[in-house]
């Protein structure tokens, strides 16, 4: 801790601001503590404080977003097909299809990742992500004719 405690909580403030850093630091010692005699002698002990640090910042980032926000009045529910501005018809159609072309066009179009990205989050080739992309477009264009979607590509 005297040694790298500064960098893990430099880390935790850039990652998750002043107010969550503190328990993100001291939830990485506590779990660097358990995992320590698991540690090989020759491991890079500063980034692998690091990395605990991240995962770490991800489980507070995480349980904030789960957390329900009180307010003062609660919103009338949207009208029938305009679920909070959104065109549900297109969610719809996104949402009926199958997992790995959903995916595909989600993290290739919605996150704008390359297909090689694509390909290591999904678990399959650059070229299979590809395929999936193509595929789930064309049938969102028979599904969903109104839609402007993007043309095919090579990314």
């Known amino acids: ?3 790298h ?10 990652v998750l601001g002043p107010a969550d850093a503190d328990d993100a630091w001291s939830e990485t ?3 660097a503590l358990k995992a320590y005699p698991r540690l090989p002698a020759d491991a890079n002990v500063e980034a692998w404080l690091v990395t605990i640090a991240h995962r770490k910042a991800i489980d507070v980032t995480r349980a904030a977003a789960r957390r329900a926000v009180p307010v003062a009045d609660v ?9 909070d501005g959104r065109d549900t018809e297109l969610a719809d159609a996104l ?3 199958p997992r790995r072309q959903r995916e595909a066009i989600a993290y290739h179009y919605l996150a704008g990742l390359p297909y090689q990205d694509v390909a290591a989050i999904t678990g399959g080739s650059t070229d299979a992500a590809r395929r999936a992309a193509a595929d789930g477009i064309a049938r969102l264009r028979k599904t969903y ?9 090579n990314s």
């Open 1 to 3: 801790m005297a040694e």
């Open 5 to 14: 405690g500064a960098t893990v909580l430099r880390v935790c403030r850039a």
């Open 29 to 31: 010692f506590l779990a």
């Open 75 to 83: 919103p009338e529910p949207p009208p029938a097909g305009q679920a």
């Open 95 to 97: 949402a009926a299809l």
């Open 145 to 153: 004719p109104g839609a402007a979607l993007p043309d095919g590509e």
